[in-house]
């Protein structure tokens, strides 16, 4: 009985010598704890790390694309003198005729908000026809300083504003008989209706020519035998150093690429009521314009003196290449191929964007050099220099389809800045 006695002792303290201690439990939960606390960091660590490579491969990746795609259009393309003297003219927004783009991209969309018809109108009296041209003339300065000249003895008989291709406005001419540097377009007899006008396709290169007067019996003053190429003026692009926008046409003059930037939209990302830069959502967009050679009406089923006189003068969304457009075709009938192609109707018509909704554009600054036709300005020695662009570029990760499974005010730091020159030489 004693025996069994101390062997059930012995079993007993046997089972109790082989349970944790409270010292030896404390040690086991403090390393656990640490474990688990080096596993929890090192996965979180992970996961942070994750999303920086996705955002950055996808900033990366996107930008490279857009600067190849940049590449490719240069290639083929040259500055477009006619738009951003068009542009120049008409203005960005209300209250800025007269320059190109002198206004605070922050405060507005991104980008102009007047339509210039895209040289397919001309607006600079008070009515808008479709591409009518006008010519610049010195002569009437001098013989008629106070008063407007008698068209109907020594041109062509007819007001501006009468839509008829050819009418004259006067070139400034100081007391030393030199012509101002600005073309015509400024100094017509009302000067003020020169606001917010449109300018037709080829209306840059006419700047350049004074048809003076009417020497061959004709009803017209140009294209006699007194015209003089001046060779010089106007400047194109007044601010060329904050371009905003990008206008270029092909080597062969029959297509045009236009770019901006548009912001499309914006979110509050860290919730502080307040609107970041970047938290705005600006994308490119381009449009794609092919030229036609169908004048005054812009219809191939009109044909008038000046259908097809070898010069493009109507510009429609070039459809071929899924840019479409909603006024007016260039054909009547809905059955010919090219009832599709139609010309833009606003300021927004036919623009498709170039980014992804997952990069925003914080800017777009274009320098351009010369300011004018180096082509056109052969007097001018300073200008004879191939064209160039220099594009300053800053890209951002923009986090909103990632919003709930990630930080995006963490991921809105992410951005790349580029400087490139592109050489552009017409030919």
Known sequence: ????????????????????????????????????????????????????????SVLIKNTSSLMEK??????????????????????????????????????YSGYCQNFDGYGNENSIDSETW????????SKWTIDYPDERPNWQEDCEGNWPWDGIS????????????????????????????????KQSFWQYALQFWDVRKNTDA?????????????????IAIGDNLHVKEL??????????????????????????????????????QILKLRGFDIWFWHNLNIVD?????????????????????????IVNDNANPFYEYKLPKDINDGWVDLTINDLTVQNFNLAIFPTVDPS??????????????????????????????LNPERLIQYKMNLQTTFSVKPY
């Not at 942070?48 to 490579?53: A, F, G, P, V, Y």
């Not at 479709?130 to 003339?137: G, R």
């Not at 979110?267 to 938290?279: A, K, L, S, V």
């Not at 003196?305 to 459809?319: G, Q, V």
């Open 70 to 107: 940049l590449n490719l259009i240069m290639k083929n393309y040259t500055i477009d003198y006619e738009e951003y003297f068009n542009r120049r003219i008409v203005g960005c927004n209300w209250d800025n005729w007269g320059n190109n783009f002198t206004w605070n991209v922050d405060n």
């Open 305 to 329: 003196s000046t259908f097809n006189d070898w010069k493009i003068d109507t510009w429609a969304c070039d459809y071929q290449e899924w840019f479409k457009c909603n006024w007016n075709s």
């Open 218 to 234: 004709y009803l017209w003053c140009k294209w006699d035998d007194d015209d003089i190429d001046l060779g010089k003026w106007p």
């Open 376 to 405: 056109l300005t052969w007097q001018d020695t300073w200008v004879q220099i191939y064209p160039y662009i220099r594009i300053r570029l800053t890209t951002q990760f923009y986090p909103t389809n990632y919003r709930k499974k």
């Open 166 to 197: 050819g009418s004259n406005y006067i070139y400034y001419q100081d007391e030393n008989n030199l012509i101002s540097g600005s073309g015509c377009w400024e100094n017509i007899w009302w000067e003020w209706q020169g606001a917010w006008k």
């Open 247 to 284: 206008y270029l046409i092909s080597k062969d003059e029959k297509k045009r690429i236009f770019m901006r930037r548009k912001l499309i939209g914006r979110e509050d990302f860290n919730n502080d009521g307040i609107i970041q830069t970047g938290e705005k959502l600006y994308k490119l």
């Open 130 to 137: 479709n591409n009518i041209l006008y010519y610049c003339t």
């Open 1 to 56: 009985m004693k025996k069994r006695k101390l062997n059930l002792i012995f079993k007993i303290s046997t089972k109790i010598s082989k349970a944790f201690t409270l010292i030896e439990m404390a040690i086991t939960v403090t390393i656990l704890a640490l474990v688990l606390t080096v596993v929890i960091s090192i996965y979180f660590q992970m996961q942070k790390l994750r999303t920086d490579i996705f955002a950055k």
